[in-house]
């Protein structure tokens, strides 16, 4: 048993992981334990570097004990370890699901500073299992069962924009892996919560126990998990190529569609290649429900318009409409407020509405939108390309009051301060990342600097 999970769990290392140094998400837990361990041997086997990230959660007096319990072991196996501080934990409804997301956007943005574009997770065919449970009990569809693949990109955004999650040991069970402690004499921590039936995976665990009682194995559920898996990447890789005969993605922001092209994408498909455009020009964290995107999906083969999960619909010519960002959500409404300007300050990045990297090393620049008046702007004509409605929220820099920079569109003023300001699209980014598991392509048509 031990040597076939310790052989295993190498494997996918050696099939998953890229050149960089490996990041290693490590709880104390016997999974994430055990996943380090036998990611240490591998690393040293190959001549790779491992960076161990641990997260002190707050939620239980014991948690900075746990995390100082996993600096020691990954010092002890000869690597350096981050410890992160969840500052905001508190007790009340969804206290799970905010402590992943909190968890998620620590680990991300931690990687991020440390120079990592992978992480591993010791997610176990026991977790594949109990997730694909979940999602079917909850009425989910067959996507929603396939969801688990062994590298997938971070589920946060901005933070994980560049960063994937590599899963190891989604063939190895929770008892193989604590066998590989236990015959190393190493101690792991038990998380008292996986006890608490009044969360949702608890309470699966135990359902799935009754069915296991009643006749049918539980590991059935990994296998459908991992049946549909290649069916919903084969999905996304179709929607990806219909999306090259359909899309032009420009560097400001928004998508041109070819109504003809995308009549003649199948229903469901074209739905999958949505999701991923309202996720990149929306630059929205949380992706809406399929259900929600047909009034969308309607609107642009009627080619009229509509609002809807963040972005908008305009209705074009016969032959193209547009998806843009709802302005509203960026200009402010009457129950929203926009987004308030502000002035750079040096070698800091910052990501403007889950939509754009700015990196500068000018100061006294005031990035925001363009607004409905256009302040500042000296020439109309840079911007005869973009449709009206979207033209009030593009994002600029002003100088002295002057727009200097078009997000986009390029600089429109004589400054070498406009010149230092690097402003990364990640409209494209993202759509590629949604839709593709490997590390993203670049867009055929889009250029990376503004």
């Given at each position: 048993m ?20 490996l ?15 036998i ?22 007096k ?103 999650l ?15 402690l ?24 135990g ?13 059935r ?9 290649p069916?919903h ?92 960002r ?25 990501v ?27 020439s ?47 409209v494209a ?19 990376e600097?503004?």
């Amino acid at each position: 048993m031990v040597a076939r999970a310790v052989q295993t769990v190498r494997s996918a290392l050696g099939r998953l992981a890229g050149e960089g140094p490996l990041g290693i998400a490590c709880s104390g837990g016997g999974d994430s334990l055990a996943l380090l361990v036998i990611a240490s041997d591998w690393a040293r086997a190959n001549g790779r570097s491992l960076q161990v990230l641990t997260v002190d959660h707050g939620l239980r007096k014991s948690s900075a004990d746990e995390a100082n319990h996993v600096a020691a072991m990954a010092d002890r196996l000869g690597w350096p370890c981050t410890c992160l501080t969840w500052d905001d934990a508190r007790p009340g409804a969804g206290l799970q699901a905010r402590a992943r997301d909190a968890r998620h956007r620590l680990l991300a943005r931690a990687c991020r500073d440390l120079g990592l574009t992978e992480l591993a997770l010791a997610h176990t065919r026991d977790d594949q299992s109990e997730t694909v449970w979940l999602r079917l009990a909850a009425g989910g569809s067959w996507r929603s069962a396939a969801v688990m693949s062994d590298r997938a990109p971070s589920p946060v955004w901005p933070e994980g924009r560049d960063l994937d999650l590599l899963r190891p040991c989604l063939d190895v069970t929770r008892a193989e892996l604590r066998r590989v402690l236990s015959d190393a004499g190493i101690d792991w921590v038990d998380d008292p919560s996986n006890e608490d039936d009044r969360y949702a995976r608890v309470r699966a665990r135990g359902d799935l126990g009754l069915l296991s009682e009643a006749g049918f194995q539980p590991d059935r559920f990994a296998e459908l998990g991992a049946l549909l898996r290649p069916v919903h990447a084969a999905e996304r890789r179709a929607a990806w190529h219909c999306g090259q005969a359909a899309l032009v993605v420009h560097a400001w922001g928004g998508v041109s569609i070819d109504r003809a092209a995308w009549s003649r994408i199948v229903p469901a498909v074209r739905l999958t290649l949505l999701d991923a455009l309202v996720m990149a020009v929306s630059g929205q964290s949380v992706s809406p429900s399929r259900g929600r995107l047909v009034p969308l999906d309607a609107a642009i083969l009627a080619s009229t318009s509509v609002t809807g999960c963040g972005v908008q619909v305009l209705a074009g010519t016969a032959v193209t409409v547009w998806l843009i960002r709802d302005r509203g959500a960026v200009l402010g409404r009457v129950d929203h407020d926009g987004i308030d300007p502000w002035t750079d300050q040096s070698d800091v990045c910052r990501v403007f509405d889950g939509r754009f990297e700015i990196a500068t090393s000018a100061r006294k620049l005031e990035w925001g939108v363009l607004g409905e008046t256009y302040d500042g702007l000296t020439s109309r004509a840079i911007l005869d390309a973009v449709p009206g409605a979207a033209r009030a929220g593009l994002l600029v820099a002003r100088e002295a009051g002057l727009v200097v920079v078009l997000a986009g569109l390029g600089p429109v003023a004589g400054s070498l301060t406009a010149e230092a300001a690097h402003v990364r699209s990640l409209v494209a980014h993202r759509f590629c990342r949604r839709l593709l598991p490997q590390p993203a392509v670049r867009w055929f048509d889009e250029p990376e600097m503004a």
